[in-house]
């Protein structure tokens, strides 16, 4: 280290031929406006680590210049009207300094599954079972009326003009062979189906049929023979 040395012509300093960290102590006087940040920046270059730096600059606050110093990397140790004391850490910038890795953490074992819910001695309790035909009455054994879940037929309305009165009134027409030969129909809807036949068409309850074409009749349907 130099003893010491004294510099009139501050702001050549950067470009001085000085190694960093060569001072233990600088102090720099200056006026108004002298110390800026990249000034400031090159004195704590050439402060060793753990050195002092002192600047004196009149008409200025310690807090503005303790700002510029502590951005500089320096520490501030002292502000007053005019004087900062600051001083450098106690290791060189741009040291590399190994961390030490903490140990891995192995996760912790998952906890076992809870055991599945299930029915155990069935074997031993199945005579206690009911059975389930058991619990049926001779009532829920007889099928229902597919006749008594049908919707009731409106009644015609009195002085009716739609043709419902008479279709109630005609009597049923008996399907015969000749009309499963050579079936006809008047509306020639009726052999698309009972959704389109009215209540008295000799057709209901067969299948679609082609005009023209013998409809073949589904097995044990009755034939009259007029």
């Known amino acids: 280290m130099q003893s010491a040395r004294i510099s009139t012509n501050s702001r050549r300093l950067g470009d001085a031929d000085i ?14 406006g002298a110390h800026d940040f990249a000034y400031l920046g090159t004195l704590a270059r050439l402060l060793s680590p753990g ?3 002192t600047v004196v600059e009149s008409g200025v606050s310690g807090l503005t210049l ?4 502590t951005l500089a990397g320096l520490t501030l140790s002292e502000a007053r009207a005019g004087v900062v004391v600051a001083a450098k850490p106690a290791w060189e910038t741009g040291v590399a300094l190994a ?4 140990p891995a953490v192995a996760a912790p074992a998952p906890a076992p599954p809870a055991a599945a819910w299930k029915l155990t001695g069935l074997d ?3 005579d206690d079972l009911v059975d389930e ?3 049926l009455t001779e009532s829920d054994l007889i099928r229902p009326d597919p006749s008594a879940c049908a919707k009731p037929k409106a009644k015609p309305c009195q002085n ?19 009309m499963l030969d050579n079936p006809t129909s008047g509306c020639g809807s009726c052999a698309l189906g009972d959704a389109y036949r009215c209540g ?9 049929f082609e005009l023209g074409k013998k409809i073949e009749l589904p097995p044990n349907y009755l034939v009259s023979d007029a």
Request: net charge negative; with cysteine.
């Open 66 to 69: 303790g700002k510029s110093l």
């Open 99 to 102: 961390i030490k890795a903490h």
């Open 133 to 135: 035909d058991a619990l």
């Open 51 to 53: 050195g002092r730096l």
């Open 124 to 126: 031993d309790d199945m």
């Open 160 to 178: 009716c003009t739609c043709g419902r009165a008479e279709e109630e009134n005609a009597a049923p027409v008996k399907l015969t062979q000749e």
């Open 19 to 32: 190694a960093p960290s060569s001072f233990d102590t600088v102090v720099s006087v200056g006026e108004p």
């Open 200 to 208: 008295t068409c000799p057709y209901l309850g067969l299948p679609a």
